[in-house]
Structure formats: C-alpha cells, structure tokens
C-alpha cells in the first residue's frame, strides 16, 4: 500500500487530502490502494484509504487506531470504562471496530468521498476528548502517589 503524509495541523492535512491524487496514485500501485495519513501522535493514527474496486471504481474509507491502555500490566477500571464508551461512540458512528492485543483499538468505516473531510474533523474531535481524559486520569494518578 502506498503511504503519503503531509505536514501541519490537522485542518490543512484535511484540506490538503487531493483525493484525485490518492485515486492515481492507488490507481497505478500493485496494491491498488493509496494511504494518507490525516494526524497522528503516539496515541493514535488517523487516515484516509483509497482503494481500486475490480470495476475501476474506488472505495473510501477511514482507520483510526487509538491506544486505549498503556504501559499497564495490570488493567485499570477507569481505562476500560473509557475504553468502552469510545467503542460504543465509534460504533455509533458507523465504525468496525476491533480491540488488538497490544491495547490498540482499529476502527474502519467505508464513506462516501465527501465525507472524509467532516469524518476526520469528528474523529480528530472525539481523540482530542479521549486524550484530555486521559490526561486528566494521568494527573489524579499522579496526586494520589
């Protein structure tokens, strides 16, 4: 799969996405797939896929990857709750979602090319709230000793 990445804040990677290049661009690799990585941090991996249907059509969608547990050998309540309810709202969207054995979440969703852009600014919006949660956890832990 070819991969592509831009540089900048999520709001010009997102405008930045040249579908009509990613469409070439999947068009001419052996995999007949192209990859564009939105925005990402240690925590997570967002990006856009286009790939080449049989028909010379193409098929869009987005993968997300969160680590939802971190450097933990023993599971923490509060993670697993957090864990759930970001499931439950990935699912809500329209998300597959599935949990990974290294505490990684991978959801996949297949949109319509003129979804990318609002799908990302929506999950760029719901790991932000992931994160400052998670953050907010990290500090109470921390105080506690």
């Known amino acids: 799969m070819s991969t592509n990445k831009k540089d900048g804040g999520l709001n010009h990677a997102i405008i930045d996405i040249g579908l009509r290049d990613l469409e070439v661009e999947a068009d001419t690799s052996d995999e007949k797939e192209a990859y564009y990585q939105v925005s990402s941090s240690d925590g997570y991996r967002l990006g856009a896929i286009i790939s080449v249907s049989p028909d010379g059509g193409y098929a869009?969608?987005?993968?997300?990857?969160?680590?939802?547990?971190?450097?933990?050998t023993e599971l923490q309540v509060p993670n697993m709750e957090r864990a759930t309810q970001l499931s439950k709202r990935l699912k809500s969207l329209g998300y597959s979602i599935r949990h990974e054995?290294?505490?990684?979440?991978?959801?996949?969703?297949t949109l319509k090319r003129d979804e990318i852009t609002n799908d990302c600014r929506a999950l760029k919006d719901i790991i932000a709230a992931f994160e400052a949660e998670q953050q907010d956890l990290d500090d109470k832990k921390e105080k506690e000793g």
């Open 60 to 72: 869009y969608s987005i993968e997300l990857l969160v680590r939802v547990f971190t450097g933990e």
């Open 101 to 109: 054995d290294d505490g990684w979440l991978s959801c996949e969703r």
